[in-house]
């Protein structure tokens, strides 16, 4: 194997996950300062190990803000995650949940879910999203199987922009014919408002599973992304391979999506931003893109509060507003060396 192949960069990936983590920590303490009632960081510190149920600010900062903050980061992380291995399986540069259907099929499964099986809690709803998310992503390779000249890249995109066109506009027409609307706006927009500590309880272990199966699987996604002949040829298992890996994105966007809804194009930029920093080896491409998805989707929340204050912009939109122009940047490329 050529030693190219291999390029990666294990000082600038170490720097990247401890400046990165570094910077996460202190985002998710302006996040958690920032708001309609503005916090000192200093009061932050003292809620946090020295918590005290009598002062109201203490109250908002461990009750409200601290969830919202670490739901932003542990969501930001899994659809980061997420988009670098299905961009490493398919060899695909526009491959990300958003875009192949995956999280669109999971806020069209939440929508059955509330339409039909009223009550339903929040395990239940992130089994809906986990099932959801494998049927828009089938739905996807299905249609682009199928289609004349093979899977390119392009033609996947396209059908994952269908199929996911598909699922929102049934989505909408159960949430309006079932009066449901207002409830799945929230999935449909993407945020993390409102969030609380039992999404931070469901989210923890089930992305814990996901990220450890994640980085387990790191070196066998770095042979796989040069192409299925040479990992062949290594003596991979390739099919065992993709079927480990899917399952991984299927339940970390599933998670994402039962908590934060439909947010758009982390996928797809940290992990092209995280390739281009570090080089081609999944086993730095991972956690890095797990640290910067994190603070990205961080400072979107922050962005998203600021925009028009005191009312809230979706989270979503924040994050379209990156990833369209990256999209149409990429879509133009061959999409070479991934």
């Known amino acids: 194997m050529e030693e190219k192949k291999w390029n990666s960069r294990p000082i600038v990936a170490l720097l990247i996950i401890i400046g990165g983590l570094v910077a996460l920590l202190f985002s ?40 919202r903050a670490l739901t932003a980061a542990l969501v930001g992380a899994f659809l980061a995650v997420s988009g670098a291995i299905m961009q490493g399986m398919t060899r695909n540069p526009l491959a990300s949940p958003s875009i192949m259907g995956v999280t669109d099929g999971a806020a ?3 929508a059955i879910a509330l339409a039909f099986f009223a009550g339903t809690t929040y395990i239940e709803i992130m089994f809906w999203s986990f099932a ?25 995109a396209l059908a994952g922009t269908a199929v996911g066109a598909l699922l929102s506009s049934f989505s909408t027409a159960i949430g309006i014919h079932f009066r449901v609307a207002q409830d799945l706006s929230f999935w449909f927009f993407g945020g993390v408002a409102g969030t609380s500590w039992t999404s931070v309880q469901l989210l923890f272990p ?50 994402a999506v039962s908590v934060a809804g439909a947010v758009g194009f982390i ?62 940047y990429l879509a133009r490329r061959d999409g070479r060396g991934l």
């Open 108 to 110: 069209f499964a939440i």
């Open 206 to 255: 089930v992305g814990a599973v996901g990220l450890i199966l994640a980085f387990m699987l790191a070196r066998s996604i770095t042979v796989l992304s040069l192409g299925d002949e040479v990992a062949k040829g290594l003596g991979q298992h390739t099919m065992i391979v993709k079927v480990l890996g899917t399952i991984v994105v299927l339940v970390l966007t599933g998670a």
């Open 28 to 67: 998710i303490g302006f996040s958690i300062a920032f708001g309609a009632v503005d916090i000192h960081l200093a009061t932050v510190w003292s809620a946090v190990f020295h918590f005290n149920p009598e002062l109201t600010a203490h109250q908002i900062i461990i009750e409200l803000r601290m969830p």
């Open 267 to 328: 996928g797809l930029v940290i992990p092209h931003i995280t390739r281009f920093l570090v080089g081609l080896d999944y086993r730095w491409i991972i956690p890095c893109s797990a640290v910067l998805g994190g603070l990205l989707l961080v400072l979107a929340d922050i962005g998203a509060r600021m925009v028009n204050p005191p009312f809230e912009t979706p989270v979503g939109a924040i994050t379209a507003l990156i990833g369209v122009p990256f999209f149409l």
């Open 132 to 156: 959801g998310a494998g049927l828009g992503a089938a739905l996807v390779f299905m249609i682009g199987a199928f289609s004349k000249g093979g899977l390119t890249p392009v033609k996947l």
